[in-house]
Every structure is written in C-alpha cells, then in structure tokens.
C-alpha cells in the first residue's frame, strides 16, 4: 500500500547511485591526472634547486674573490 | 514518466493535507472518542477525496500522517542528495579536470624548454638525474668526460671528473670551523645509497666542485694552463694562499696545507632542506 511512496524513493535512489559511481569514476580519473602532473613536476623542482644551488656558489666565489659588484 | 508520477504525488499529498485538517477538526469536536461511525466517517471522506485506502490499517490516524509526512521529507532529502551528487560530478568533469590537464600542459612546456639546463648539470656532474619511475639508474656516476668548460693542461684528467674521494691530508681541515665555506669536508662517498636527499647534495657538492676548480685553476702552484693564466692572480684564494703556504698561516675560507695534492676536494656547506 505504501507503494507510491517506495516507487518514487527507489527511483531516486537508482539515480542517486548512478551518480555516485559516475562521480567516482570522475574522481578517480582527476587523481591520475594529479599524479602525472607531480611526476612531471618533480623534474623541474631538481632543475630548480640545482639552479638555485649554482646561483649560491657563483654568489660565494665572487665573494670569496671580492669581485663582486653592487647591483646596477 | 517521473514527471506524471510526481504530480500524481502532489496532487495526493495536497488532498492528504486537507483530510488531516478536516480529520484534526473532527478529532476536537469528538475529543479522543472515536466510536465506530466517526471512523466510517473518516474512511468516507477518505475514499471521497481519493485519499489513501491504509487509513484502515492504522489504528491512529493521526500516525498514518505524520508517516506521510516522513515519507515525503525522505523522498525530498533523497532528490537534494541526488542533485547535490550531480552538481559535484558535473562541477568536476566539466571544470575541475580540464583544468588540471592544462596546467599539466604548460607545466611540460616548462620542463621542455627547460631540457638543456638539464643536459648541461648532467653533463658537468657526470651523473644521470633520475627522471623515471625507476631508481636503478639514480646516482650512476659515468665514465669521465671532456668537461663543459674550455679545457685546462694540466697532464691528467682529474681536476675535470667530479670524484670525491676523501683525502688524507682532509684531516687538518677538520681544525677549521664548520660555519664557514670552502672548507675541506669528509665526504660520505661509502654512502652510495639511493636517497635523494643524499643524491642531491652529491649533485650539488659537484656543481660547486667543477666551477671551483675551474676558476681556481687546481692546487698545483705551477701555473702552465692558458686558463690559469686568464684568471687574474687574485682570483683565486687558493692562489693567496699558495703563496702562503710557505708561512703555513691558517685563515678562514681558505685551503690548508697540502695544497699540491691534485685530489683535494672542496665542499661548500649547502642549504639542506
């Protein structure tokens, strides 16, 4: 008798889980996504620091051999 | 189809609204005796109105609706939990992701036009950079080669190879104090694990290594390269203190003692992260 009722909340509920798995799979793929990007990114944070490292020791030699100059 | 059904719903849940009001001004008029003709009455006006036929099988009536009730504020949380899930997948696939890929584009662009830095501290250390998944090549210190800058006659390749190999005569370095830079420092070349941190401070040790020694010019005090002779005499703190090495004083930033030694290896304190 409560038919109605349980008719409609199980269309809904059919709906509402289409919708979780889609939104799963959605989020499942925005996570690879994430991770390629990291990846890539790992290379130009080494690249980064090695720069960064060269800038220090260029800026101590010069120190070292007082040749270095106030910026223009 | 779901459209019918739900003004079919409504439709009931209206008529149902009305019968409660009229069943709760009933309910005050007879003041909780309800005898067996208010109940046929009810049950008239029930089916009159196309009500619900389960008002029988409930001893209350007042309980059938409040369950009604219910039943409807479930179905109305269900359909905002079934649009909110929806407005979260459309917001993700249609704005979330495509923007993360474009920022994966760019960022290779980066990386792309970036390569030759790359090359070139590889080149100068002598190592291959890890840039894949896999670690067993990280760290792999290959044959010596023709360094990048112009080379130097100095009778043997050593001064171009980036070894570090801890020196004896590094023992009177330790007197010195640790603050300062150029010091002498036991390098931790037994520790060939593949830690990164380690691998890079090996890489950077290296960089600094090779742009010392060639603007240094090596310990040897004899200077017989045409690139030691480009640098200007007080270029170079190893060569203040070659001069001074006879007098054996001991200074601050720069070498000790055993200077002749072509192996000696310098090592900037660098920042750790």
Request: proline share 2%; glycine share 4%.
């Given at each position: ?60 030699q010069?120190?070292a051999t007082s040749k ?5 | ?151 130097v006659?100095h009778?043997?390749?050593?001064f ?22 150029g ?29 010392h020694q060639q603007f240094n010019s090596s310990s040897s005090a004899s200077s017989n390269s045409s690139m030691e002779k480009d640098i200007s005499a007080n270029s170079s703190p190893i060569r203040m203190i070659a001069a001074d090495a006879e007098t054996?004083t001991?200074t601050?930033n720069k070498i000790q003692g055993q200077l002749a030694?072509p192996?000696t290896?310098i ?7």
């Amino acid at each position: 008798m409560e038919n109605p009722y349980e008719k409609v909340q199980s269309n809904i509920l059919a709906r509402i889980i289409g919708n979780v798995e889609r939104l799963n799979q959605s989020v499942v793929i925005l996570n690879q996504e994430l991770r390629r990007v990291n990846a890539k990114n790992k290379n130009l944070e080494l690249m980064s620091q090695m720069c960064e490292n060269y800038r220090e020791s260029v800026d101590f030699q010069l120190q070292a051999t007082s040749k270095k100059q106030e910026p223009l | 189809m779901g459209k019918s059904e739900k003004r079919r719903t409504k439709k009931k849940q209206s008529n149902k609204q009305d019968f409660v009001r009229r069943c709760n001004v009933n309910s005050k008029k007879q003041r909780g005796q309800k005898t067996e003709g208010a109940l046929q009455i009810e049950t008239q006006l029930a089916i009159r109105e196309g009500g619900i036929l389960l008002k029988f099988c409930f001893p209350s009536i007042m309980e059938a609706m409040s369950i009604e009730q219910i039943d409807q504020e479930i179905t109305l949380h269900l359909q905002s939990i079934d649009s909110d899930l929806s407005y979260c997948f459309n917001k993700i696939t249609k704005d979330v992701i495509p923007y993360v890929t474009r920022y994966g584009q760019t960022c290779e662009e980066i990386t792309n036009s970036s390569a030759w830095l790359k090359e070139m501290f590889q080149q100068s250390a002598n190592v291959q950079l890890v840039t894949d998944q896999s670690v067993e090549s990280a760290g792999q210190v290959l044959e010596p080669r023709a360094s990048l800058f112009p080379k130097v006659d100095h009778g043997t390749d050593e001064f171009h190879t980036a070894q570090l190999l801890g020196v004896a005569g590094t023992g009177n370095a330790n007197d010195d104090k640790d603050t300062n830079r150029g010091q002498f420092q036991d390098q931790d070349t037994e520790e060939m694990t593949l830690d990164s941190a380690i691998e890079k401070q090996r890489k950077k040790r290296k960089i600094s290594l090779q742009i010392h020694q060639q603007f240094n010019s090596s310990s040897s005090a004899s200077s017989n390269s045409s690139m030691e002779k480009d640098i200007s005499a007080n270029s170079s703190p190893i060569r203040m203190i070659a001069a001074d090495a006879e007098t054996g004083t001991e200074t601050n930033n720069k070498i000790q003692g055993q200077l002749a030694n072509p192996r000696t290896v310098i090592h900037f304190n660098s920042k750790r992260d």
